[in-house]
């Protein structure tokens, strides 16, 4: 039952004539053993420590149990993990009992295998009504990165693919101060903006220029309005995007005032000592660069179906 429930959200998600392309992409980045994903994680780690800069990586505790030795070697200096739930699955079909049953599952995993944690980011960006009050009870989360807002000036309903988008993603149209950190109750919760690198490169097939040309918007805006822009790039895209990463990394450096680069955990604990806002002295807006570990290896989208 779980791996047809499953399968049939895979399509929705997808729908058939996609998911013909995303077993490509699946085929192209993955192997079966953990190596190529592997090393192409450690890239965007060293990526990240060539700019001096810090990043998140959330993922589901099944994936973190099952491969423990490998992650083990990512440098925890660099990446600030975060729970990515237990297994991968759609945290908006949950009551009140799975979530809480799941999150917990995970954060036993978490302890068991020796992993720090901030964060929680749900998969698939789906949450329900239980989410933040499940998080926020079991006080071991210090932020929440579930939530999504969506910038029209870059894409909008002139997009193949937009008012799936919108609706699959429950985001929000961005408008001022729509990307500010929220305090909810002693639980930060900081958007993602949309649209990501799944929407850009596997949805939507643009090139990097014009990639470039909607993040850095999206980062100028953020910057602008001291908001902070939360970067979703899954390292499995990493390689098709790197050069894409380096240039809105230059982009966010020659920012003035300074954008504050970031982790979202420093950022969410910035916010809770600071509740009226605003970012650290010297700073205007801040840049946090996130991404979700969803598989390593093709074996792991078969196991998917079945943990589902």
Partial sequence: MRGWEGIKFLFFSRGLSRWVNRIRTILNRFSWGPSKQMGII??????????????????????????????????????????????????????????????????TVFDQCGFDFKGFRCP??????????ILWGLNRFKFDSSKSVLWEEVYNREQAHYLWIK??????????????PLMLGSLVEIPVSLPDDDITVDREHYDAETIFRMWAFMLRACH????????????????????????????????????????????????ESNPSGGMPDLYQGAFCISGDIDAITIKDFFLRLQEW
Wanted: proline share 2%.
């Fill in 167 to 180: 609706n699959f993603y429950t985001a929000q149209t961005y408008v001022k101060n729509a990307a500010q």
């Fill in 42 to 107: 450690f890239a965007f780690v060293d990526c990240l420590k060539e700019h001096h800069l810090q990043g998140n990586f959330f993922i589901p505790a099944v994936l973190l149990k099952r491969y423990a030795a490998e992650l083990k070697k990512v440098d925890r200096q660099t990446i600030e993990w975060g729970i990515h739930g237990l297994v991968h699955t759609d945290h908006s079909k949950l009551n009140a009992h799975e979530q809480k049953t799941q999150i917990t599952q995970a954060i």
């Fill in 124 to 133: 698939y960006l789906r949450f329900n009504e239980h989410t933040h009050e």
């Fill in 224 to 271: 602008k309005n001291n908001e902070v822009f939360v970067l979703q790039l899954h390292p499995e895209r990493f390689l098709e995007l790197k050069d894409v990463l380096n240039k809105l990394i230059m982009e966010a450096k020659s920012l003035q005032p300074s954008i504050w680069m970031t982790t979202l955990g420093e950022v969410a604990q910035w916010q």
